[in-house]
């Protein structure tokens, strides 16, 4: 399996505080990714990189922010949480970008999240 | 944006053939189809992928027939350990549609 770990894997919190998500790789891939699921959405695309200080915004992008100041950590914030953000979410990454491409992309085993 | 198409629910029996169809209508050309598999409290995993007609691993076959507007995942002898979640995803041409849809819940019953 690829190493993938994801930070923590379960949190409660409450509404209106700060939350980040870590995403930690040892398989050095240029492209990691942000998913958040929810029942009867499937995995939806939060936000994603293609290298280092490099991201752009994926479907649900809005009250989330990500950094990549290394090519191994990938962190998800939620500036002020809110319920609707209560999920599973889940990094990935790919050795090239999962478009035009047949490198598919590896999964976390998810964080788990739940705003109060 | 390639919207797929996927049943919600299957049910099989142990030692069965069980193919999972996924409509994928608007499909570009260069578009690859992969498909994932995903059990609970796990992140989803590779299964297979193709850009046409056959290909087959050590898990799994898929068929993708010539106008590729549909594609087969189909397991043979199914166990009680295949019971996950399949995804189809076409991979698509803007990364802020690499979105996957609801999935396919296979329960394989004894």
């Known amino acids: 399996d690829a190493g993938i770990t994801q930070s923590p894997r379960h949190k409660v919190t409450e509404t209106g505080t700060p939350v980040t998500l870590r995403c930690h790789q040892t398989?050095?891939?240029?492209?990691m990714y942000w998913y958040r699921q929810d029942p009867g959405h499937g995995l939806r695309l939060i936000h994603y990189s293609y290298g280092v200080k490099d991201t752009d915004k994926g479907e649900v992008s809005d009250g989330y922010s990500v950094s990549r100041s290394k090519t191994e950590d990938f962190l998800l914030t939620l500036e002020s949480a809110t319920s609707s953000q209560t999920s599973v979410y889940f990094c990935?990454?790919?050795?090239?970008?999962?478009?035009?491409?047949?490198?598919?992309?590896?999964f976390g085993d998810g964080t788990r999240l739940s705003i109060l | 944006l390639a919207k797929t198409t996927q049943p919600i629910s299957m049910d099989s029996y142990e030692g069965q053939e069980v193919n999972i169809t996924c409509s994928h209508n608007?499909?570009?050309?260069?578009?690859?189809i992969t498909w994932y598999q995903q059990f609970p409290s796990q992140g989803p995993r590779f299964i297979i992928q193709?850009?046409?007609t056959k290909v087959t691993n050590e898990v799994a076959s898929l068929f993708i027939p010539a106008d590729r507007k549909s594609s087969t995942l189909s397991l043979p002898r199914v166990s009680l350990s295949d019971t996950a979640v399949y995804y189809c995803?076409?991979?698509?041409?803007?990364?802020?549609?690499?979105?996957f849809g609801s999935g396919t819940q296979l329960t394989v019953l004894p």
């Open positions: 608007n499909i570009a050309t260069n578009d690859y």
């Open positions: 193709g850009y046409k």
């Open positions: 995803l076409p991979t698509p041409g803007s990364a802020r549609q690499l979105t």
């Open positions: 990935a990454i790919s050795e090239s970008m999962a478009l035009y491409s047949n490198q598919p992309q590896h």
């Open positions: 398989e050095n891939h240029r492209y």
